[in-house]
Structures are given as C-alpha cells and as structure tokens.
C-alpha cells in the first residue's frame, strides 16, 4: 500500500499503534506525526514520555493476551487507511501478535521477530545453530544446579541472564561458584517476565562493543555508521558515532548484520549488538527496533534512527548504503538516584552552557526509582572522543530531584 495518509483520527488515517511509549518509543511517536500519522501510545503505566506527544493513549499490561488482543481488536474495527503495530519494547504477549498477524495485523517488523527477540534462547538458537554465526559459547539452564554445571563448563567469569528480559534487568556477571545462589535468585527476581529460564554466556574478552543501526527497507538494506558504547550492570550509559573499525571488521559487520535481519524479515530499523576482537565479529543481541544507544544519531545524521524507522515501516525511501554524517557525536545520560512520584530535572542550562553542540532530552518520567534513565545530553564534537567529553560533561550538571 502506498502511503497516503488523511487526517489523524479519521476514516482515512494511517495510524501506528505502539506497544511501549517511553523515551524512544516518543521519539517514534514525534517522527510518524510529522509525517501525519495517527499514533496510539500503549504502556503500562499512565503518563508515559510517548503518550505526552500522541494524538491517543491507552494503559493496559502488554504482557496480559486477553488485554492485548482486546485492545488490538478494537484498533482493527477501527476505519483506517493503514494500521501497523509497532512493538517498542520486549514485555509482551508475543504469541498474541504472531495470532492476529495470520489474520491479517500487520506487525513491525514481524511477529515473528517480536517473538524471537523478546526470547534470548530464540534468537541465539537461530543465529549460532541455525544461521551458524559466531557467537560467545552458552547454556540454557532452568534450575540453580544446572546454572552451577553451566559455570564448571564455561569457567569464570561468565554472565548470565534471563532469557526474557533487556536493558540490564536481571543480568550480573558470574566471578566465581560462589556466587551462583546470588546471581540466579536475582535473575529470577528482575527478569521482565518474571522468574524462569536463564542464559550463562561465557565471558567475551573483547577489544569493543558496537551497536550496528541496520535499516530494512523497500529498497533494501541500509546502515547507520558503527556506535560505540559503554554499559554499566547491563545497560547503557554513554554511546558515540563513528566508532573506528578496521575495514575488514567492518564489512564483516555488515554481513553479519543483514544475514540475521534478513532471516527475520520485515522492515524498520534493528539495533544489532556485536563484540569486536581484533577482525573477528561475534554476535551478541538485537532489537528489532531503535535502539538506546542510538540516541546519538539525533545528534550525528540528518535522519535518525527514529526517522529512518518511521520512514521504513512507511514504505518510504531511504538511502542507499552507508547514512551521512552531519558530524561526529555522543550521548551520556541521566540516571535517577531514588524512587520518587513527579521528578523534576534541573540544570538544564548549565548543561547546554557546556558546548553550543549541546542539546538535552528530558523523557518527562512521572516516576523515578533508583537509576533508571531520566534524560539524556547528545552533543557533536570533531571527532567521537571530542563528542563524548562534552556530553559527558553535559549529563554531569543534570540532576534529578
């Protein structure tokens, strides 16, 4: 179908459904309605960043199929000229999409790949056993003593994490037998899902880590130049563009990128994590949708990550190859440091007087609890380490009170 969209909340509308509305799903939301589209921001808590900025909101639990299906019954009935649904996070009740997609829902990118990669025994099953591409050694394990056979065959560290979850939740790094009854109870505790299976990883002695932004398209495929990032307990703290890669890693990247975004189909961007030693690329993880780390490019292209995503799903063109720099950047973000009820965030201006490149995000979050990200600082440099001391130095004046 072509894009042609009437109205917001018409008969001829083309409306986006997404099922998660916080800080990168509002950016998602702010993209499509600059091209016209209607858009339903769906989460489980009210007053989510997305659905400060959507024409619609809905608050259900997406990982409840009963209130899934009803709402995603009630968006079909609806007259529109196109609905998509845009999953923007993993905490949902996946085989309900992959249900309604047979009967005609069209799912963002698939149904199928919302399942595969809410499931980290999914998609590293399709990527090391049935794509056969290099990725660390691992073991599934539902139990505390199958975790312990895990450690004795992987040797320490290692990490380990529950297979449905993401951004850090759940996962620690395993330094040695005794700390096994620890990290599994806490794994079972802070999984997205609950309690349940794990994944133990044995530890990559990388050289970095990269975010390679991958763009399926009507025209093919795309890529966004390498991101380089930082983690801390699992989750992203600082990411830069470009990150330097040795052109053979490079195109290996590259390839490596589009045999797994291609085995799960569909278009949109896909934010595919990969460790870097030396030429040699190991598969780690991807998301089937913009990416945290990606925040930078709203610094660095002209389109970014959430632009081109909107664009793709679209049908829209994009170019081909490698997206263009505007210019070298970062993004540093702003952690929360307590629970608390209607936060606000100070030292906005200080942050902005640090460089004029400077430009702060602030998601709007009706909660706070002890770090979760509250806002982030992207700033453009002359080259990424440039960037990355002044959005560095811009996240340090925010504060969350």
Known sequence: MSFTPGPPLTDTAVRLVLLGSGELGREVAIEAMRLGCEVLAVDRYAGAPGMQVAQRHAVIDMTDPPALRALLEAERARPCAQLLVVPELEAIATPVLLELEAQGLHVVPTARAARLTMDREGIRRLVAEELRLKTCDYRFCDTEEEVRAAVAALGTPCVIKPVMSSSGKGQSVIRGADEVAATWSYAQEAGRTGAGRVIVEAFVDFDYEITLLTIRHAGGTSFCAPIGHLQEDGDYRESWQPHPMSPAALDDARELAEQVTEALGGTGIFGVELFVCGDEVIFSEVSPRP??????????????????????????????????????GASAVC????????????????????????????????????????????????DALAAREIARAAAACLRVD
């Open 291 to 328: 990416h945290d780390t990606g925040m930078t490019t709203m610094a660095t292209q002209a389109l970014s990550e959430f632009a081109l995503h909107v664009r793709a799903i679209l049908g829209l063109p994009i170019v081909a190859g490698e997206m263009p720099l505007l210019s070298p």
């Open 335 to 382: 952690l929360a440091g307590a629970q608390g009820d209607a936060p606000s965030i100070s030292g906005v201006a200080d942050a902005m007087a640090v460089d004029p490149s400077v430009d702060v995000r602030v998601f709007a979050k009706p909660e706070a609890r002890p770090n979760r990200r509250m806002a982030v600082a992207i700033a453009r440099g002359e």
